[in-house]
Each structure stands twice: as structure tokens, then as C-alpha cells.
């Protein structure tokens, strides 16, 4: 079993994820609002308001994508599925795509009938 995670940074693309995601019959999966640490830094802790100037014009949120998959070269078929979606991770600011191999999983997903 593998823990997918996708942090997208640009949030227009989440509906195409999620659309590829239901393709590939990956339907355990949760989303979380989340904000980066030079945001958090920027707004929240007084001794960084410098880079604020940094933050101009971005989002204030990001999305975090969990997913449990048994495909092993998942991170691979989405990476090149996105790119033919004009969706390049390789890009700066587009987010971040990372696959970690779990040693168990304890429950069973949500029953969803798409």
C-alpha cells in the first residue's frame, strides 16, 4: 500500500485531479486545506512581515490531497497525465507530489458510488 500526497498549490487544477483521480480508481482519498510555511511566516510571525512582499498575488490556501493507492508507479502515471493536461508539476508554484510506501493500514475507506 502507498500514501499518495498532493500539495497544489494552484487550486484551479483541483477539479481535473480529482476527475483523473475517479479514472484511475483511486477513491480513498481526503483533502485538506493547508497554507505554506512562508505564508504562515509572512502573515503570522511579526519578524518575518519582510516577506510579505514575496506573497504578493498568490492564494492564501493551498490543497492537500491524501490518497491510499496499491499502485506503485502511480506518482509517475499522474505526472504525465497532468503534463498532457497542460498541468506541470515540474513548473514552480504548481505543488508538490510525493509517494511514501506505508507499512500498515488500520479501517476500511468511505463506500462512494460514482
Not at 17 to 31: K, R, T
Amino acid at each position: 500500500m502507498y500514501l499518495l500526497i498532493i500539495i497544489l498549490h494552484k487550486e484551479e487544477y483541483l477539479e481535473d485531479i480529482l476527475s483523473l483521480f475517479v479514472e484511475l480508481g483511486i477513491e480513498d482519498a481526503a483533502i485538506i486545506e493547508s497554507q505554506s510555511l512562508t505564508r504562515a511566516l509572512a502573515y503570522d510571525v511579526p519578524i518575518f512581515a519582510g516577506l510579505r512582499f514575496q506573497m504578493e498575488g498568490s492564494k492564501k490556501y493551498s490543497k492537500v490531497i491524501l490518497a491510499l493507492t496499491d499502485n506503485p508507479d502511480i506518482g509517475e502515471e499522474l505526472v504525465s497525465i497532468l503534463k498532457d493536461e497542460d498541468i506541470d508539476f515540474d513548473k514552480p508554484g504548481t505543488g508538490r507530489i510525493v509517494l511514501l510506501k506505508t507499512e500498515k493500514v488500520f479501517g476500511k475507506p468511505e463506500e462512494v458510488e460514482i
